[in-house]
Nanobody, 126 residues
Framework: QEQLVESGGGSVQAGGSLRLSCAAS????????MAWFRQFPGKEREFVAA????????SYSDSVKGRFTISRSDAKNTVYLQMNSLKPEDTAVYYC???????????????????WGRGTQVTVSA
């Protein structure tokens, strides 16, 4: 059974860092582009970052560009989101997703991704 499991969330003060991980199982990881989304209370999920199946292309939302870095390890079937210089407005539930259609910052939006994790909470205090 295909599964994505996020980890690494938690509470941190503004200016701090966290690294999220998303472990994939039951699917051929290298067939998929991977993405991170986040959801604020009462809002729809919004795109954060995406990485091409080969890892050679990445895309970021303007709100995280320069602060967050997405990467992947095909050996570990895992995608990461390194989050630096965190701000209180980064507080959200973060989800990873796997899809076959690359669309830059519209990945998983233009064409819905095939698999989603259950999310991990990130809380940034002022």
């Amino acid at each position: 059974q295909e599964q994505l499991v996020e980890s690494g969330g938690g509470s941190v003060q503004a200016g701090g860092s966290l690294r999220l991980s998303c472990a994939a199982s039951g699917l051929t990881f290298t067939n998929y582009h991977m993405a991170w989304f986040r959801q604020f209370p009462g809002k729809e999920r919004e795109f954060v970052a995406a990485i091409f199946w080969s890892g050679g292309i990445t895309s970021y939302s303007d709100s995280v560009k320069g602060r967050f870095t997405i990467s992947r390890s095909d050996a570990k079937n895992t995608v990461y989101l390194q989050m630096n210089s965190l701000k209180p407005e980064d507080t959200a539930v973060y989800y990873c997703a796997a899809g076959r259609t690359w669309a830059g910052d519209q990945t998983c939006t233009v064409v819905r991704c095939d698999y989603w994790g259950r999310g991990t909470q990130v809380t940034v205090s002022a």
